[in-house]
């Protein structure tokens, strides 16, 4: 019978604590001589839309809409122009879902009505082609209408599913609810 050597004994010891690499400074690092450095740390307050002032917002509209006779699809973004809340009254048209968010996102995005949006966005005006940006958001005739809450805008309605003489109404009926 071959005889074996015995094995080596290997000695195992813990592994030191993983230590992570510093963090980078939250400040810049102090000034040299005749530097200035300003730093400023500001959080700023933005009021939003809460569901229940978008429910009464759409409420108002869908009761407008419902007096003129037309069925719309009525929708309300927040501060950051982030869907709130949607309706698509029955027999409106399903191609307005899109039209309706996208008004209120416009009206967000440039804190200003559609309908003066389209005024200023027609050939040979300062904002002609507008209507391309924004990956296409960007809904160039009447609808659309900004929610202000002691002077900030704090979100929008947008509505469509009518002439735009309809949508501009039954919106200025749901932004008048808010």
């Not at 759409?58 to 927040?78: F, K, L, S, Y």
């Not at 698509?88 to 003066?116: E, P, V």
């Amino acid at each position: 019978m071959k005889k074996t050597s015995p094995r080596p004994r290997v000695s195992l010891s813990p592994c030191p604590p993983y230590l992570p690499s510093p963090s980078p400074p939250l400040l810049p690092p102090p000034n040299t001589p005749g530097e200035t450095i300003m730093t400023s740390q500001m959080t700023l307050q933005q009021q939003s839309v809460s569901l229940d002032d978008a429910r009464r917002v759409i409420a108002a509209g869908e009761e407008r809409a419902r007096a003129i006779g037309q069925p719309m699809n009525i929708a309300v973004v927040d501060a950051g122009g982030n869907l709130v809340a949607h309706i698509r009254m029955d027999g409106a048209w399903l191609g307005s879902i899109d039209i309706s968010i996208n008004k209120a996102f416009t009206a967000r995005a440039f804190n200003l009505a559609t309908k003066a949006l389209a005024e200023n966005a027609q050939p040979g005006e300062q904002f002609f082609g507008i209507h391309a940006s924004n990956a296409g958001r960007v809904m160039i005739f009447a609808g659309g209408i900004p929610l202000q809450r002691g002077g900030q805008i704090v979100g929008a309605v947008g509505v469509s599913g009518g002439s735009g003489e309809q949508d501009q109404t039954v919106a200025e009926a749901a932004a008048a609810a808010f």
